[in-house]
């Protein structure tokens, strides 16, 4: 398989467009980092984009777990996708649900990140770069922060992580109505407390369907990585048998 990288050189570096260099650099792994900055920097400095190479020169090279984030998202836009759209799923069921309402989404939650991780660490051993336990960490860490935090997602899907991200400590929960005391004597109905019990009602099935929703999208991301990995499993076992061949 041509890698980002492999495509890069031969095409050259000086006809291509800043963005597009950048975006295969950061999924050049970290040891080949700077000399393909270099590289880049000077082709385009050559082609008289002085602009252009000054921005090269000043990326920064990734860590090994962001590097391999980087490259899940460029490899695997589908599941990429899928994942971001997961979290979108999983933070409005967060903001309104209470914590026995999730309790099932985090399960599934912690199964998606655990299967995309295999993935990821798959992808690269394929490219010749394995990643250790404390990397794999590292790389768990970053898919959990772009699940639970927004701002995270939007730096995962810009393809050009630096660092591992750091998730919040638990998503942020919704504030529900506070509990009636035993023994608390009821108000007669009015206007205003039928009012209440509407928009209760109605938060009551907002929440339903945004739990619906993201049960929906973490099956639904669980089910796709199962046929990547059964896919996958296919074509190695191919391989194997066409070398004992």
Known sequence: METLNARSSRRGGAGQDVESVLDELYTTPPSDFVARREMAAAAAKTAGRVDDAR?????????????????????QPEE???????????????????????????????????????????????????????VQQDLEATLRAVLAD????????????????????????????PAEKPGTRKAPPTRASARTKNELAERRRARSEQLARA??????????????????????????????N
Request: aromatic share 4%; charged share 25%; proline share 4%.
């Open 55 to 75: 921005r090269i020169h000043a990326a920064r090279r990734p860590t090994l777990a962001a590097w391999a984030a980087n490259l899940l998202l460029r490899s």
């Open 80 to 134: 990429s996708q899928q994942f971001l759209q997961l979290g979108q799923a999983l933070r409005a069921a967060y903001r309104t649900l209470d914590a026995d309402g999730l309790k099932d989404l985090s399960a599934q939650r912690r199964r998606v990140v655990s299967a995309l991780s295999r993935q990821t660490a798959q992808l690269a051993r394929e490219t010749g770069h394995p990643l250790s336990e404390s």
């Open 150 to 177: 927004p701002d995270a997602a939007d730096q995962w899907a810009a393809g050009r992580l630096v660092n591992a991200l750091t998730p919040p400590s638990e998503f942020h929960l919704g504030t529900a109505p």
């Open 215 to 244: 049960q929906e999208a973490a099956e639904a991301a669980e089910q796709h990585l199962r046929e990547e990995r059964a896919r996958r499993a296919d074509v190695d076992a191919g391989t194997a048998g066409a070398r004992a």
